[in-house]
């Protein structure tokens, strides 16, 4: 006999629980435990590029500390953007991060080494555009949603970001996504 088992990214919205405001100004999600191997060293890497440059979009990390990220709390946890264009929340309940998702530019999701890669599956079922690593098991979870990127393409990385609708660069609109 042979089943199938959902995904688990149908978000349940309890309307009796207030639930804040998704994160002010234009935004980037990344959600995941923060490890070596989710690649958050890389991404950080990229957004400092990106706000060099003017732009104000933020980088909302969502994820508990995993192993081995001793030296990537302490980057997060005392990096100069922090509370300004960088957020990080360990955990939020699940109706917030639906609206995070709802309301995010994209996901990034720059993994070099995944299991699944549940966040995909998450922002691709609520509408969420997505920036990935170009790993099998991404195209398998994403299948054609997402973009896909080499996890080490700093400079293919900045330019999926700044090419998203509504993100400003200098004050200017800049070009719209065209694979989405």
């Known amino acids: 006999k042979v089943t199938t088992q959902p995904l688990g990214a149908d978000f349940f ?4 629980r207030p639930v804040a405001d998704p994160s002010g100004g234009k935004f980037v999600l990344m959600v995941g435990t923060l490890e070596p191997r989710k690649n958050h060293m890389f ?10 440059q ?3 979009l933020k980088l909302v990390l969502i994820g508990a500390p995993g192993w081995c990220s001793e030296e990537l709390m302490q980057r997060v946890q005392n990096h100069p953007e ?8 360990p955990a939020l309940p699940d109706e917030q991060l639906y609206k995070l998702y709802k309301h995010a530019q994209a996901l990034v999701f ?6 699944f890669g549940l966040p995909i599956a998450e922002a691709t079922y609520i509408g969420c555009p997505v920036i990935a690593s170009d790993l099998p098991v991404h195209r398998e979870t994403g299948a054609e949603w997402p973009t896909y990127l080499a996890s080490n393409d700093i400079h293919a990385w900045m330019s999926a970001l700044l090419s998203s609708p509504s993100i400003k660069l200098h004050g200017k609109f800049v070009n719209t996504w065209t694979d989405v």
Do not use: A, C, T
């Not at 919205?13 to 009796?16: A, E, G, I, N, P």
């Not at 991404?43 to 060099?52: C, Q, R």
């Open 54 to 56: 003017g732009s104000e």
């Open 13 to 16: 919205q309890r309307k009796d």
């Open 43 to 52: 991404i950080l890497n990229v957004f400092e590029k990106i706000w060099i």
């Open 110 to 115: 720059p993994s070099l080494n995944e299991g």
């Open 82 to 89: 922090l509370g300004q264009r960088l957020e990080w929340h």
